[in-house]
């Protein structure tokens, strides 16, 4: 876009290794990116099967596509693709200090070179999800992390994940031959325990976990390490003048999977909140689309993840209780497609609404339908702007004039496929009167889109 960029990395290239899951749909958008030479192949490891064991029942095996990677490595390439890129990179690193200025930030960097000033217009903050100014989405939860070798592995890699009582396990192997095994557990139990006792307790949820009883016969490579993973999200995720991405913005729960894709998605919607603020766009647009996105992912997240651990909870401990508390009821939408009905009708709950929403590398207001069922503003589906195609089909209300009136706007498999997208989601439904009005939807004043969202 265009922006001299300067990176403060804290971290030198010297870092423990840290196992990660990257599923290959992430792998490939990273390549997409000019990312993709940070998986060297001799430090990644294709997994193609997930065993799973829930309870007191049988492990189950399904398939996968996940690559693993060793964090320890895969983070720093992306520091040195940066710096080939042109960004100015300062590693090790420390912002010591941050003022905000007419302009935008005055900063006071630690390097090894002694203390540097750096004048900023816009700053971005990815310090992860430890940093202050962020709140936890339900109850918290401690990672003990640990890396071991001589456990006999399955022949084909796979990932292994298992609900103890009061945790749950994760495992996985490197492309090194070592198996990182992760235990996530209630922060108080852990809280105040020396690295003796942690490693105790570590030790002996292993033993009660029958994917993982083959560590008993294996040797700890590294110290059990705590790690936060609990689920929380920024207070203040964008302002005029700054953005917070990744995990400082929402860190997910561990056991959604989704932590990278989130990392990723984030990382690209900032840069483009960015550059509309920087290039004089429309900055009140841009940060309402932000909180509105971050607010909506946070709220589905907290909603899946609690119905995820209601139904694959090991029992009532307070570990699953707390977790399954979070779970609301809400109106689910079918998967797959349903038969088209011969005529439809737009629904009554469906309106349009003046709703700020990502057209190329920058935030633009335009219309957006929003209805009971879709949770959030929407502005386009199957590639389409909605609101174009609806008020297209005024007076219509057969289904083959319909598709045959989209015919001019979009080739017949798309038409097909937003017709039942919006067939399943309500927007259109059926129709078994004989009257003739237009298919036409409410339009609310653009005050009705603002979004006034604060975490609560």
Same mark, same amino acid.
């Given at each position: ?20 899951? $990257? ?5 490939? $958008? ?14 990644? $490891?294709?997994? #193609?099967?997930?065993? @799973? ?16 990677? #060793? ?86 890699? @796979? ?25 996530? @557990? ?55 003048? %700054? ?17 990278? @894709? ?138 083959? #004039?319909? $598709?045959?009136?989209?015919?001019? %706007? ?15 989601? #309500? ?12 298919? %036409? ?16």
């Amino acid at each position: 876009m265009g922006f001299h960029t300067c990176l403060i990395e804290a971290r030198g290239p010297l870092r423990p290794v840290v196992g990660e899951a $990257l599923p290959v749909t992430t792998l490939r $958008l990273l390549h997409q990116l000019g990312f993709g030479s940070a998986v060297a192949e001799r430090d990644a $490891l294709r997994c #193609d099967e997930i065993v @799973q064991r829930w309870g007191d029942g049988d492990a189950t095996a399904r398939s996968t596509s996940v690559v693993m990677v #060793d964090r320890g490595r895969f983070d720093p390439a992306l520091v040195d693709i940066a710096a080939e890129t042109g960004v100015d990179v300062m590693c090790p690193a420390r912002l010591r200090r941050r003022d905000e200025t007419p302009e935008g930030w005055d900063l006071e960097v630690e390097t090894g070179a002694g203390i540097v000033r750096v004048a900023a217009r816009f700053l971005v903050d990815a310090r992860g999800r430890r940093a202050a100014g962020s709140r936890p989405l339900g109850a918290t939860t401690v990672a003990l992390c640990a890396r071991w070798r001589g456990v006999a592995l399955a022949e084909q890699p @796979q990932m292994r994940i298992e609900a103890a009582d009061d945790a749950w396990l994760w495992g996985a192997p490197l492309a090194d031959g070592s198996l990182v095994v992760q235990v996530f @557990q209630r922060t108080a139990d852990c809280t105040g325990l020396s690295p003796a006792s942690r490693e105790a307790r570590y030790r002996a949820i292993l033993r009660g976990a029958k994917l993982f009883s083959g560590c008993d016969a294996g040797v700890l490579v590294d110290p059990v390490r705590a790690r936060d993973a609990s689920c929380r999200v920024g207070i203040e995720p964008v302002t005029r003048n %700054m953005i917070r991405i990744g995990d400082r913005c929402l860190a997910m729960d561990p056991l959604s999977s989704q932590g990278v @894709q989130s990392a990723v998605r984030s990382a690209l919607q900032g840069s483009v909140v960015a550059n509309t603020i920087l290039s004089g766009g429309d900055r009140e647009a841009a940060v309402e689309f932000y909180r509105h996105a971050t607010h909506a992912i946070a709220t589905r997240h907290r909603e899946t993840s609690a119905a995820f651990y209601a139904e694959t909870g090991s029992g009532a401990s307070p570990f699953w209780h707390e977790r399954v508390g979070a779970r609301r009821t809400s109106a689910g939408i079918e998967p797959g497609r349903r038969t088209l009905p011969s005529r439809v009708r737009l629904s009554p709950d469906a309106h349009l609404v003046d709703h700020p929403a990502i057209e190329g590398d920058v935030v633009r207001r335009r219309s957006a339908l929003i209805h009971p069922r879709l949770g959030e503003p929407t502005a386009f589906a199957e590639g389409i702007a909605l609101s174009g195609a609806i008020t297209s089909i005024e007076h219509v209300y057969r289904v083959p #004039d319909i $598709l045959a009136r989209w015919g001019s %706007m979009m080739p017949e498999a798309t038409a097909r496929a937003l017709l039942n997208w919006l067939v399943r989601h #309500d927007v259109l439904i059926d129709d078994d009167s004989s009257s003739t009005g237009p298919v %036409m939807p409410t339009v609310r004043p653009p005050s009705a889109s603002r979004a006034s969202w604060r975490p609560d």
